[in-house]
């Protein structure tokens, strides 16, 4: 049974560039969810999709987006990107929308120049 | 609006002790509560949860905590901890009805002395 899945492992990026993060979900999954980690910090809650729409946001700005596929995959992709940006990305998969068990995946490294 | 308090940033126990790390939540009616563990550079394990029913919970790896609504806690426990327990270990609450996301506290590092 294959759990969430996250690439890239790690990514370096410069200031002003984007940046697409990509997540598979655990099998038989249909709900993902984004978190953003702070160095030192929890999981800071960044938005959820289902049904390829955006159920609900986080306090994140408009930079931040993403994109759920008919195949429950998911992109987060954030814009101009900034210092600030840099943290550990996770992916959380769940089965049905507002069900709160959420599985989460490794993770991706982003360190933004 | 809900939120997560832990008390310790850092906890040190020896092998084989008790141990037990706080958690605080702030929400207006019964919440959702969870305990995840990270280690160093992963993801996090859903170690419990508490949805509804009996307050005390048992989880994975010897882990149980308590739900207390009168101190709005959901503390975590070990009898006996064993050197792999060392990581750190994040409380979150999560709404009911339409609001989907989970709140987490800043976590409590455990280390493990031989």
């Known amino acids: 049974d294959a759990g969430v899945t996250q690439s890239p492992t790690h990514l370096i990026k410069t200031r002003g560039q984007q940046v697409t993060l990509r997540c598979s979900p655990k099998s038989g999954h249909d709900t993902v969810s984004w978190y953003q980690q702070a160095l030192g910090q929890g999981p800071q809650f960044i938005f959820q999709?289902?049904?390829?729409?955006?159920?609900q946001r986080g306090n994140f700005p408009d930079r931040f987006s993403g994109h759920q596929f008919p195949n429950y995959s998911s992109e987060l992709n954030v814009n101009a990107l900034l210092l600030g940006d840099s943290a550990l990305y996770l992916c959380?998969?769940?089965?049905?929308?507002?069900?709160?068990?959420?599985?989460f995946g490794p993770g991706t490294r982003l360190t933004v120049t | 609006a809900q939120s997560v308090t832990q008390p310790d940033i850092h906890i040190t126990v020896s092998e084989g002790a008790s141990l037990e790390l706080r958690c605080n939540y702030s929400y207006g009616a019964t919440p959702y509560l969870f305990w995840y563990v990270q280690s160093p550079g992963q993801g996090l394990q859903l170690l419990l949860k508490?949805?509804?029913?009996?307050?005390l919970v048992q989880g994975i790896k010897g882990f149980e905590a308590e739900f207390k609504r009168s101190q709005s806690s959901f503390n975590l426990r070990k009898p006996s901890v064993h050197w792999s327990d060392a990581a750190e270990y994040f409380c979150a609450v999560g709404g009911r009805g339409s609001n989907y996301k989970l709140t987490f506290g800043k976590g409590t590092l455990l280390t493990v002395n031989p």
């Open positions: 999709y289902y049904e390829e729409e955006e159920r």
């Open positions: 959380a998969s769940s089965l049905g929308q507002g069900y709160y068990e959420q599985y």
């Open positions: 508490y949805f509804s029913g009996d307050t």
